[in-house]
């Protein structure tokens, strides 16, 4: 049976996970799948889960914010800030909703410190050009 070797590349890890014999990704085109032997491929996976299967287990799912994909000579590379792994397809979908959910937030607070230091910058520049004229 021919199989692929998967490498899953993070900020702070990364993993080599030999013996796999599908991949289950989305890309802005939407829903794909590599399997041994596929032809070059590089992309750009969006936020989500992926998944992938090694000999006739069950699905195991990766969930990441993203992802840069390439597959060349049976071994397919993921790169990304960060990815969670679970077997568990509940598990895995409550913590990216939980992920993007702090990913929002955290973003939500930085527009409002930006907006702030953006309101402060302007009402200086005001009171510097009342000084001045």
């Known amino acids: 049976m021919n199989t692929f070797t998967l490498l899953l590349q993070d ?26 032997d596929h032809s070059r491929v590089m992309t750009t996976l969006v936020t989500g889960l992926a998944r992938f299967r090694i000999g006739e287990t069950n699905w195991h799912y990766l969930a990441m ?21 679970d077997d568990d397809y509940t598990r895995i979908s409550v913590a ?29 520049l005001w009171e510097l050009g009342h000084k001045g004229g």
Request: aromatic share 6%; glycine share 6%.
């Open 65 to 85: 914010p993203g992802a840069i994909l390439y597959f060349l000579n049976n071994v397919l590379t993921l790169s990304t800030r960060r990815y969670l792994r």
């Open 11 to 36: 900020a702070s890890r990364s993993e080599r996970i030999d013996s796999v014999n599908s991949f289950v990704g989305e890309d802005a085109s939407g829903s794909f799948g590599i399997l041994p």
């Open 96 to 124: 990216l909703q939980e992920q993007l959910l702090a990913e929002e937030e955290q973003l939500h607070a930085t527009r409002e410190s930006l907006r702030r230091m953006e309101e402060s910058l302007l009402k200086r």
